[in-house]
């Protein structure tokens, strides 16, 4: 399979999607963007507000593991305040995916457009006429007053004795 590249290609990229595909690790992102959004002051949001939603499905460690898989695609970045760790948003590597997206939409957008395109040219043009019927040969339809023989593909079947 040849593999394509494009100018937003980059291993990095690798790393954001495959972050992207966890729903776990979505949720977390969509949290710290709101966090973000609200602007907060820049403190961040402590990693046990992060695993509160999760904790009736996994435990504390399970949710850092998801954390770690973030920070190494660089979505996201910890900092340890005392015993407290806060995660924050770091958006770089979203808009390269968003761009990597746009590429494709815009690719797509076209091909469709393009195809509509065509199928309205194809309704607006005038239809081609009927093909006149051709003569059918004629059937056979007498019917066979003698019985047919029965027999199999190899010849007529043997009664047993």
């Known amino acids: 399979m040849v593999k394509l590249k494009t100018e937003h290609d980059t291993p990095s990229i690798d790393l954001t999607f495959a972050a992207l595909a966890d ?55 910890q900092e340890k305040d005392g015993r407290v760790r806060r995660c924050h948003l770091e958006p770089e590597p979203l808009q390269a995916a968003h761009e990597w997206v746009a590429h494709y939409q815009r690719f797509w957008s076209q091909k469709l457009d393009a195809l509509a395109d065509y199928l309205e040219n194809e309704s607006l043009a005038p239809s081609p006429q009927p093909r006149s019927e051709q003569a059918q040969p004629a059937r056979n339809t007498a019917r066979r007053d003698t019985p047919t023989p029965k027999s199999t593909p190899h010849g007529r079947k043997k009664k047993r004795s």
């Open 23 to 77: 729903p776990t690790r979505r949720a977390i992102l969509a949290r710290l963007a709101e966090d973000a959004a609200a602007g907060a002051g820049g403190q961040g949001v402590r990693v046990t507000e992060l695993a509160a939603p999760f904790t009736d499905a996994m435990s504390l460690p399970a949710v850092s593991k998801h954390l770690r898989v973030l920070e190494r695609a660089g979505l996201l970045r």
